[in-house]
């Protein structure tokens, strides 16, 4: 797979789980975190294993865990002096996205703006502006296969200006193997927009117009997004899609006591 963006610890982690696509689909508890290598039921993936993930990457994501657990896994983290950063789960079934969506992804788009074609090449120079686009805004970008689909189900929505340039995006896969309980449910994410196309009502179409594509084009069951308890603007753009917080789960990145906020 090809078309890694970013620093070179963000690109040498997006090889890795790219590399692991086939563990991941065939691991118990194990999950495609898109940035990094994740799980989504750590004593089922093993605790050795997220250690040496750790210990090798400096990372690990956690998606959909029980909040019940949340003090477990950061006491086990605590023991490899490790933290768990963790972000609200916001999420969704089929119908009641899709009722609440619909309105903001049939809009009319202002004249100087129009949909453009998700790049197919993970190479392209289509995709190292969308890429760029994405990392402006403050996002730390998946790579080119994962953008494009080519690591698993996932759709990428852009919405470009009069000159070509990518003004607002959003992207959503599957991150759950088969034998998750959320094998269905998409994650929705990435949603930016371009900062001269800021405050005309874009971020909801965008993420409207994928919530739509992950039900309709990947006919997930579910959908959740993750958002900081600080970001105010997200959440509502969120709530107004028709997610709304679940407070019996929770997601996170565990990384050294030592480094930053992997992601925003």
């Known amino acids: 797979m090809v078309g890694y963006f970013g620093t070179e610890m963000q690109q040498r982690l997006q090889a890795r789980a790219e590399v692991a696509a086939e563990l991941i689909a065939s691991t118990p508890g194990a999950c495609q975190a898109g940035r990094t290598m994740g799980c989504d039921d750590p004593d089922k993936f093993g605790w050795d294993r997220i250690g040496e993930i750790i210990e090798q990457d400096g990372v690990c994501g956690f998606r959909l865990i029980d909040t019940d657990h949340v003090e477990e896994i950061r006491s086990e983290l605590s023991s490899r002096a490790c933290r768990l950063d963790t972000w609200d789960v916001f999420l969704a079934d089929r119908e009641t996205a899709l009722a609440a969506s619909e309105k903001f992804a049939h809009l009319p788009l202002p004249a100087e703006y129009s949909l453009s074609p998700t790049p197919i090449d993970p190479e392209s120079d289509h995709m190292r502006r969308l890429q760029a686009m994405m990392a402006g805004a403050g996002l730390v970008p998946f790579s080119g296969s994962m953008l494009t689909g080519a690591v698993g189900s996932a759709t990428t929505v852009l919405i470009g200006d009069a000159e070509g340039n990518v003004a607002a995006c959003a992207h959503g896969y599957m991150p759950h193997n088969a034998y998750s309980p959320y094998h269905g449910y998409a994650w ?77």
């Open 188 to 264: 929705g994410g990435l949603v930016a927009v371009a900062e001269p196309h800021r405050g005309k009502g874009l971020g909801k179409v965008i993420n409207a117009l994928m919530i739509d594509r992950v039900f309709r084009d990947l006919k997930a069951s579910h959908i959740y997004e993750l958002v900081s308890a600080s970001n105010v603007v997200s959440r509502r753009m969120i709530e107004a899609c028709g997610l709304r917080l679940e407070p019996t789960l929770t997601c996170g990145i565990a990384t050294p006591n030592k480094s930053g906020r992997f992601t925003k």
